[in-house]
């Protein structure tokens, strides 16, 4: 590789902004009042009111009116006039997300300002351990309810489909044993060094988990399914390799983002309760606020996002803040899905035999094991919805009924369900991504919501489930 002064670099990058827009029919509508005005997610003012039949009204955690389709997805939200300022931060300002090219820049290579606070430790910032509640769904759960298209494939309302289209006969492919590369310990770095070689490896489509600057075995486990993919050795404690890596494919690990009115908007619920009585009362599962809708959409910690931004009010659009540079999705075709409980880790394999990616993964539990042997994917869902059923599932506290818990990023199985052929069993999203790989499931395999969409994106119906011990 050509060796580069990376500190000599200016590197701009822009950071993508995905919205999803308003799915509602327009045909039936008022005048909004002339002291208000709402604002769709991406930043347009609406000028008409959503008809009562075709939305759910509710407040997100800053009091604000909110308009819901029914499947959750975000339709408006009602500001003041004077307070919003009309398109102040629309799409005539200059596109969101935008970098400033007169804002402050980095002041080293790992593109942390010193205002960014960056090296500090978070640590004593963590929320206790609550006990897990993710569980299995039955075959007859809510995520069945979602449209097909012509095609066979499942549609969620605005977001992109999984195709489910049945698998053509392929090779069985030849699993490649472990890479033989001795793999070299992590030693104790500064949290940048380490949050840049959690970002090398989020783009190469091998997951760290939750990028969080600290070392684990997450991260140990990376690098090892990263040697085995491509066949070198890695050494983690070489920063200034990994900045030259990185260099080459997407820039610096942490860029400036502009936060957007629609990032400000929500929806979001004031807190997502432990009960699942209580969970099936609220229009959706949502994020409760912009710090865990924005660390969940760059693959960080939360409370890593916090410590990057010291002082910062989230809530204010315009506001910018340091966030990880994270990777696009890996993209190809998935035809073996190898989950090993031993790890932690699942294996994602093409026709070819090669490893695509990895995930670190929580598989089961002594009490409520995963299965064994091999299966097969059944159907796919993205922002599936969940029934609980105690008689099929496990039991939740008191409740003793069925219960049908609307979708969201917080819901039991997040933002994606890969129903595999053995029943009640699935690859699932998860509301709680810093656990992934260390606490227990209800016998399913829990990927982050990034990383469950990215498999699930991948793989098809009839795509080989295997679970080794």
């Known amino acids: 590789m050509k060796r580069l002064f990376v500190t000599s670099l200016g590197i701009a990058a822009l950071v993508s902004v995905q919205v999803a827009s308003p799915a509602l029919a327009q045909t039936r509508y008022v005048r909004s009042p002339s002291n208000v005005v709402l604002v769709a997610p991406d930043g347009a003012i609406l000028d008409y009111t959503p008809d009562s039949r075709d939305v759910v009204i509710s407040r997100d955690n800053m009091g604000r009116r909110v ?38 820049r ?3 290579r790992y593109g942390q300002s010193a205002r960014g606070g960056g090296y500090q430790d978070y640590r004593q910032y963590r929320p206790g351990e609550p006990g897990e509640v993710t569980g299995s769904i039955p075959r007859d759960a809510s995520i069945d309810r979602l449209p097909l298209d012509a095609d066979g494939a499942i549609m969620d309302d605005g977001q992109e489909d999984a195709s489910i289209e049945p698998q053509r006969a392929l090779p ?21 060094e380490i949050a840049a070689l959690q970002v090398f490896l989020d783009r190469q489509g091998i997951s760290p988990g939750v990028i969080d600057g600290h070392l684990g075995d997450n991260v140990n486990k990376a690098v090892a399914a990263w040697q085995e993919m491509t066949g070198e050795t890695l050494d983690p404690n070489n920063s200034e390799d990994i900045m030259q890596r990185l260099t080459y494919e997407g820039g610096l690990p942490i860029v400036d983002y502009t936060i957007t009115a629609a990032d400000a ?27 865990e809708a924005l660390a969940e959409r760059f693959h960080m910690d ?3 996002l916090k410590s990057l931004n010291p002082g910062v009010d989230f809530s204010v659009p315009g506001s910018i803040i340091k966030v990880i540079n994270s990777g696009q999705p890996k993209t190809g075709e998935v035809v073996r899905v190898v989950a ?14 090669r490893l695509i990616a990895a995930y670190p993964a929580t598989i089961g539990s002594s009490d409520t094991p995963s299965p064994s042997g091999t ?16 008689k099929i599932n496990f039991k939740q506290g008191n409740n003793d009924k069925i219960l049908q818990i609307p979708p969201g ?11 595999l052929s053995k029943p009640t069993y699935g690859i699932h999203g998860t509301p709680e991504p810093s656990k992934i790989g260390k606490t227990n499931s209800h016998g399913c395999i829990r990927l982050t919501n990034w990383d469950a969409t990215e498999l699930a994106k991948m793989v098809k119906q009839g795509t080989v489930v295997e679970f080794v011990d």
């Open 409 to 419: 990023p917080n819901g039991p199985v997040g933002t994606v369900w890969i129903a």
């Open 340 to 353: 090993n409980k031993a790890k932690k880790q699942v294996f994602a394999y093409g026709a070819d035999g």
């Open 67 to 104: 308009y819901l389709d029914h499947w959750g997805n975000l339709v408006a939200t009602e500001m003041r006039n004077d307070t919003y300022g009309g398109n102040r931060y629309g799409p005539s300002a200059g596109g969101y997300g935008r970098q400033d090219p007169y804002a402050p």
């Open 302 to 304: 939360e409370e890593y």
């Open 375 to 390: 299966h097969t994917v059944e159907r796919i869902a993205l922002n599936p919805g969940y029934t609980y059923n105690p």
């Open 265 to 291: 908007a929500g929806p979001y619920v004031a807190s997502i309760p432990d009960d699942y009585a209580h969970k099936a009362q609220l229009p959706a599962m949502s994020f409760t606020s912009v710090t």
């Open 172 to 192: 069985q492919p030849n699993i490649a044993p472990s890479s033989n590369k001795p793999i070299i310990a992590v030693t104790k770095k500064p949290q940048a």
């Open 106 to 108: 980095y002041n080293d």
